[in-house]
């Protein structure tokens, strides 16, 4: 179509047109009038494109596989504070203050409509899931927004009643990981109230 972009957009997409198109110029370098040096370079191009994806592809596994580790710890280091909470607190003559000093008391806070924030936070669980995670407090639960790499605005994903909601949308691209911005906003009778979260990043793997 007249006008359109020839360069495929995408990571692996460039990188097997770059490669065609230096495979075919390498073919019959002298029948495309492109001098030899810049076939060259762009074989060069193409190589250290693909070596920096790898690499890329390499840190993104790692920091899933590192995330869900701290996350597994973090679970446990809670588990187990929350049952030492619990064998403090029965005991004979166990007084609030001992449980303040201790941090085992939780904090109430006066929740205020108009400056309610959700904070959000993350993990991708891989096959095109992503888990998002916030404190409902005495709202109905939260609406979720999310923008992703090549969307100029929010797009609304759902009603979250309840903590974690769980985004199964199929990538834009199959087999490719996106980058994704999400935020949140509480709900009350169908209202939304207060203000929206702090934006959160996240890497959707395929």
């Known amino acids: 179509m007249s006008?359109?972009?020839?360069?495929?957009?995408?990571d692996h997409n460039v990188l097997v047109w770059?490669?065609?198109?230096?495979?075919?110029?390498t073919a019959d370098p002298a029948g495309h009038g492109v001098s030899v040096e810049k076939i060259a370079a762009l074989g060069a191009l193409n190589a250290d494109f693909r070596a920096r994806s790898a690499a890329v592809a390499d840190i993104t596994a790692t920091a899933k596989?590192?995330?869900?580790?701290?996350?597994?710890?973090?679970?446990?280091?809670?588990?187990?504070g929350r049952e030492i909470a619990r064998t403090i607190k029965a005991r004979p003559?166990?007084?609030?203050?001992?449980?303040?000093?201790?941090?085992i008391v939780g904090h109430q806070a006066r929740f205020d409509p108009a400056t309610a924030?959700?904070?959000?936070?993350?993990?991708?669980?891989?096959?095109e899931k992503l888990e998002l995670r916030f404190v409902k407090g005495p709202t109905a639960?939260?609406?979720?927004?999310?923008?992703?790499?090549g969307e100029n605005g929010w797009v609304p994903v759902?009603?979250?009643?309840?903590?974690?909601?769980?985004?199964?949308?199929?990538?834009?691209?199959?087999?490719?990981?996106?980058?994704?911005?999400?935020?949140a906003i509480y709900v009350i009778h169908d209202q939304e109230i207060g203000q929206f979260s702090d934006t959160l990043e996240i890497t959707c793997a395929p």
């Open 141 to 149: 639960g939260v609406n979720v927004y999310c923008q992703r790499e």
């Open 65 to 80: 596989r590192v995330t869900a580790d701290k996350d597994q710890t973090e679970d446990a280091l809670i588990a187990l």
């Open 93 to 103: 003559g166990y007084t609030e203050g001992e449980g303040k000093e201790l941090g």
């Open 117 to 127: 924030k959700p904070s959000l936070s993350g993990t991708d669980r891989t096959g």
């Open 3 to 10: 006008g359109s972009d020839f360069v495929p957009s995408g």
């Open 18 to 25: 770059g490669e065609r198109l230096h495979g075919k110029l």
């Open 158 to 183: 759902g009603r979250a009643n309840h903590s974690p909601f769980i985004d199964t949308r199929p990538l834009l691209q199959p087999g490719k990981a996106e980058l994704r911005r999400y935020t």
